[in-house]
């Protein structure tokens, strides 16, 4: 497992955009972890949002923020960014990040992620 500590986030007007972070811990390297954001709305549960593979080639986006949303990752500074555009209220939820010991993941699932990030508040006023 690693520790992963995540920033950015807070409240923003419906349209705005976001640029959640998240990076290793020192003297832990991310570069052979498939990397992904949940989040988790009040009475929900916690939920996929993006994933993306070891080397950044493959990337996987739920439905609902296509086209909206994007994950990226530098190896280099141990860090996935989690680029959130025309946010809409729905879109209100803590956001974890999570690091996967599985270099390509198939389905996504939160049972292949074994670290958690702390989880970043995003709030979308409409």
């Known amino acids: 497992q690693v520790q992963l500590v995540a920033s950015g986030g807070g409240p923003v007007q419906a349209g705005g955009s976001f640029r959640p972070s998240c990076a290793a811990s020192?003297?832990?390297?991310?570069?052979?972890?498939?990397l992904g954001w949940f989040c988790q709305a009040p009475g929900k549960e916690r939920g996929f949002v993006v994933g993306?593979?070891?080397?950044?080639?493959?990337?996987h986006y739920a439905e609902s923020v296509k086209d909206r949303f994007t994950i990226s990752r530098d190896n280099a500074k141990n860090t996935v960014y989690l680029q959130m555009n025309s946010l809409k209220p729905e879109d209100t939820a803590v956001y974890y990040c999570?690091?996967?010991?599985?270099?390509?993941?198939?389905?996504?699932?939160?049972?292949?992620?074994?670290?958690w990030g702390q989880g970043t508040q995003v709030t979308v006023s409409s």
């Open positions: 993306i593979n070891w080397n950044g080639v493959s990337t």
């Open positions: 999570a690091a996967s010991r599985y270099m390509d993941i198939a389905l996504w699932v939160r049972s292949d992620f074994g670290s």
């Open positions: 020192v003297r832990r390297t991310l570069t052979t972890y498939s």
